[in-house]
């Protein structure tokens, strides 16, 4: 069974700063997707970026980019320029991509606080 | 844009009670789920429904959990006999295909079993 570990419980970063969240996982499969949601006050899940396992490239969404080594089961968030509207529950999550439809296997969160 | 919406936003029972959450997925997605969040702890996955049957649930997902899809719109998750545990953030989340297509979640349902 997949695994995903998340080994910082909280982080803080002051405004316009940069953090970075801490994301390791573990699976026998070659073929599978990771993402990062954000989950405000609200508890809504909402989507901040994915990366597929085949694609070498790190994926980039504005402010947020992630550092994705393959070989050491590592995938990293990079919150650039940090706002106030960035402080959330982060969660890392890792999906199969052997079968169409298969669940999301989630860390078990980072609590980021940003500082103004 | 097209959202998954829930309802109730907020249900409170008692134990042993049976209740229906309701979910709305986004109209042109095939694939559909359930997860739980227990306050303070991470998201678990509960069961997928995929072409009118379960196609993969969890060990959470005992026999007192069920979903129905009753009207080509509605996406429902009924528990039958609420424990004290089962209080938690209910969300549902759809997805257009397979592959890399992302997971759209609701708002979610908190649930509170008194």
Redesign the interface.
């Known amino acids: 069974a997949q695994t995903v570990t998340q080994s910082q419980p909280e982080m803080s970063v002051q405004e316009a700063e940069t953090v970075t969240l801490s994301c390791t996982y573990d699976t026998s499969e070659s073929d599978y997707?990771l993402?990062w949601?954000k989950q405000p006050p609200?508890?809504?899940?909402?989507?901040v970026i994915?990366q597929?396992a085949y694609k070498q490239q790190n994926a980039t969404e504005n402010r947020f980019s992630v550092n994705f080594q393959k070989a050491a089961k590592s995938f990293s968030l990079k919150i650039s320029d940090s706002q106030l509207g960035d402080a959330a529950m982060y969660?890392c999550?890792y999906r199969s991509?052997e079968?169409?439809?298969?669940?999301?296997?989630?860390?078990?969160?980072t609590q980021l606080t940003v500082n103004p | 844009e097209p959202e998954v919406t829930q309802t109730p936003s907020h249900q409170v029972t008692q134990m042993g009670q049976e209740v229906i959450l309701r979910c709305v997925p986004i109209s042109n997605h095939?694939?559909f789920?359930w997860?739980r969040?227990i306050l303070g702890?991470?998201?678990?996955?509960l069961v997928?429904f995929?072409n009118n049957e379960i196609?993969?649930k969890?060990e959470i997902f005992d026999d007192q959990f069920s979903v129905e899809r009753p009207d080509g719109s509605n996406f429902t998750l009924k528990i039958r006999s609420t424990k004290l545990e089962d209080s938690a953030?209910y969300?549902c989340?759809s997805?257009k295909?397979?592959?890399?297509n992302?997971?759209?979640?609701g708002?979610?349902t908190?649930l509170t079993v008194l």
């Open positions: 997707y993402f949601y609200s508890r809504q899940m909402i989507l994915r597929e969660f999550a991509g079968t169409s439809g298969s669940r999301l296997t989630f860390g078990e969160g | 095939l694939y789920y997860y969040q702890q991470k998201v678990e996955f997928s995929y196609s993969e969890s953030m969300f989340a997805q295909m397979g592959g890399s992302e997971q759209f979640f708002p979610g908190r």
